[in-house]
Nanobody, 127 residues
Framework: VQLQASGGGLVQAGGSLRLSCAASGFTFDDYAIGWFRQAPGKEREGVSCISSSGGSTYYADSVKGRFTISSDNAKNTVYLQMNSLKPEDTAVYYC??????????WGWGQWWGYDYWGQGTQVTVSS
């Protein structure tokens, strides 16, 4: 099982980045994919999640209207388009996979519910 997160980097405030999460080694169509982030000294927080079908998406209030999650099931890849970036978005971003279920609606942001994790990609937003 492998989740490979990429696309992080250094960007000025107001700029954009697109993160990718390439999955392999499990049945991608059965899993929801979430993005989480962790800044130094802070807890890991849920950023966004997309259901296995791509039909449902979830966002943290802090990123609504700025970030967009999407998936390409043919490529087993999930994307996180991040626009209007702010310095407070600076963190290591992780993608993770969890079996899709009705619980996703209220539990998508609970990192302990995810089975597989990628290695993380650093996003740094300068002011």
């Amino acid at each position: 099982v492998q989740l490979q997160a990429s696309g992080g980097g250094l960007v000025q405030a107001g700029g954009s980045l697109r993160l990718s999460c390439a999955a392999s080694g499990f049945t991608f169509d059965d899993y929801a994919i979430g993005w989480f982030r962790q800044a130094p000294g802070k807890e890991r927080e849920g950023v966004s999640c997309i259901s296995s079908s791509g039909g449902s998406t979830y966002y943290a209030d802090s990123v609504k209207g700025r970030f967009t999650i999407s998936s390409d099931n043919a490529k087993n890849t999930v994307y996180l388009q991040m626009n209007s970036l702010k310095p407070e978005d600076t963190a290591v971003y992780y993608c993770a996979a969890t079996i899709d279920s009705p619980n996703l609606t209220w539990g998508w942001g609970q990192w302990w519910g995810y089975d597989y994790w990628g290695q993380g990609t650093q996003v740094t937003v300068s002011s």
